[in-house]
């Protein structure tokens, strides 16, 4: 969230405008009856939002894996509480362990000292194979992706390298900033030889590489250059109850307008189940230079 674009002056929403914990619940219980077996809470950043344990109590109810995905500057504090409400899978966004070029990318008051620091509370806190997100950008941190590597290498956790999407409309993105997947791999294998790895489930958007010695795993996303539109499962909630079926959508799906005028479970079941059905997401496969104006929603506002 680039400050040029979200200063101190930048019109947030109302906190009336969210959907409330119960609100989630409810919608999330429908998602999990249709179908849906893994939640993920995203942002933005999710550990600003206050109390968020408590959603994280409420959502184990269902029955099935909690992850969250974080930026990791809150997470010392946190890890222990998040651990304590039920989260069972963590991600963690780190692009570089240089702490110039890491304020250089994120444009953040923190540093990936503080990341590594809430890394190991998580891990105090008991969770394990942790994935480190990178987002590898040409002329910027390609160095950094060994470096990540052998941070990591031994541990449990997992390091995924991710390649630069644009994710909206206010990052800058250009193709000629793109370092494919077979790039990223070619440094990689020269930490150590690397195998493929048969992926846990349809849908996966990482494609996993074992070291052939045992000492790690690592992945690689490559929806530039490699896309998967047509194996993709997710669908997001935005914070203010609209539903997306991709990443790059231009818009979504008003749930809580019916669900605050008193939709049953069912009726709310019938939209969402419509949105899935009539989806033709296909942006991936269609990017190119010239898709680069093509307006869609920023990843702040409807999460990774």
Not at 171 to 192: F, H, K, S, Y
Request: net charge neutral; charged share 25%.
């Amino acid at each position: 969230m680039p400050r040029a674009v979200y200063g101190p002056d930048h019109a947030f929403l109302a906190r009336a405008e969210l959907l409330t914990f119960e609100e989630i619940e409810r919608l999330a219980k429908i998602f999990v009856d249709l179908g849906v077996r893994k939640l993920r809470l995203t942002g933005g950043e999710p550990l600003l939002r206050r109390d968020l344990p408590d959603l994280i109590r409420r959502l184990s109810t269902l029955g099935v894996p909690i992850a969250l995905t974080t930026n990791g500057s809150l997470l010392a504090a946190q890890a222990g509480a998040l651990a304590a409400g039920g989260l069972t899978r963590l991600t963690v966004s780190l692009d570089t362990l240089d702490p110039v070029l890491f304020r250089k990318m994120n444009d953040a008051e923190y540093g990936p000292e503080d990341v590594l620091a809430g890394i190991a509370a998580a891990e105090t806190a008991g969770f394990r194979s942790i994935k480190i997100n990178a987002v590898v950008r040409r002329g910027l941190n390609e160095e950094s992706a060994t470096q990540l590597v052998r941070r990591f290498r031994g541990t449990e956790h997992i390091v995924r390298f991710i390649e630069y999407m644009d994710v909206g409309e206010s990052n800058g993105w250009r193709m000629a900033d793109v370092v494919p997947a077979a790039e990223i791999l070619d440094r990689l294998q020269r930490e150590g030889e690397l195998e493929p790895a048969a992926p846990l489930a349809r849908g996966e958007v990482a494609r996993r590489y074992r070291f052939r010695d045992g000492s790690g795993e690592v992945g690689v996303i490559a929806s530039v250059s490699q896309p998967f539109c047509g194996d993709c499962v997710r669908a997001r909630l935005s914070a203010d109850g609209k539903i997306f079926t991709c990443l790059f959508a231009e818009s979504g799906t008003d749930v809580k307008t019916p669900l605050r005028a008193g939709a049953t479970d069912e009726n709310l079941a019938l939209r969402i189940a419509e949105v899935w059905q009539r989806r033709t997401d296909r942006y991936s496969e269609l990017r190119s230079q010239d898709t680069a104006g093509v307006h869609h929603v920023e990843m702040s506002y409807i999460g990774g």
